[in-house]
T-cell receptor, first 109, second 113 residues
């Protein structure tokens, strides 16, 4: 079956760095997406990886290892506004997104 | 640009009632999607469309129907609502399939009593 695993909740301190891990199993693979979702709002796109390696975009970076079925989202210089859920989604061979349940990130002052 | 809009934002139905959720996008996107989001679960694809006049089933299509008569609109219908359909419904659109990000509407919170 198809499955995405990510931690349910994480806590970090303002100004620190946090890494959110995601493992996936899909029928075929056409890329890995990360989205941010604030409580009561819509998901918004953060990053896309299809090749192995690290993609950096400002304070956010995303890493992919296709051989391990593994990705992580790295958030640096954490700000209070980064408190949100982070959704990992893998695209299968039918170009459909398989979504994880999300990681709720709590930032403490 | 309004992006992706959804109406209504909230709705309460009684079991057996019907309703239609409307999604509209002004980005000229070919692809549109309907998801539901339940606590502790990932977004699940209900139906999607790859262009005007076409629709296809996603992971959880039972109990729902869709229509895409105009490129900018994607309608989701519930013919006979059930309590199991209590959820938050998100519409999304994208310009392509593979690497293209999906843009989401603000969501509709539906409660079926």
């Amino acid at each position: 079956g198809q499955n995405i695993d990510q931690p349910t909740e994480m806590t970090a301190t303002e100004g620190a760095i946090v890494q959110i891990n995601c493992t996936y199993q899909t029928s075929g693979f056409n890329g890995l997406f990360w989205y941010q979702q604030h409580a009561g709002e819509a998901p918004t796109f953060l990053s896309y990886n299809v090749l192995d390696g690290l993609e950096e975009k400002g304070r956010f970076s995303s890493f992919l290892s296709r051989s391990k079925g593994y990705s992580y989202l790295l958030l640096k210089e954490l700000q209070m506004k980064d408190s949100a859920s982070y959704l990992c989604a893998a695209m299968d061979s039918n170009y459909q997104l398989i979504w994880g349940a999300g990681t709720k990130l709590i930032i403490k002052p | 640009n309004a992006g992706v809009t959804q109406t209504p934002k909230f709705r309460v139905l009684k079991t057996g009632q019907s309703m239609t959720l409307l999604c509209a996008q002004d980005m000229n996107h070919e692809y549109m999607y309907w998801y539901r989001q339940d606590p502790g679960m990932g977004l699940r694809l209900i139906h999607y469309s790859v262009g005007e006049g076409t629709t296809a089933k996603g992971e959880v299509p039972d109990g729902y129907n869709v229509s895409r008569k105009k490129k900018q609109n994607f309608l989701l219908g519930l013919e006979s609502a059930a309590p199991s359909q209590t959820s938050v419904y998100f519409c999304a659109s994208s310009s392509g399939l593979a690497s293209n990000e999906q843009f989401f509407g603000p969501g509709t919170r539906l409660t079926v009593l």
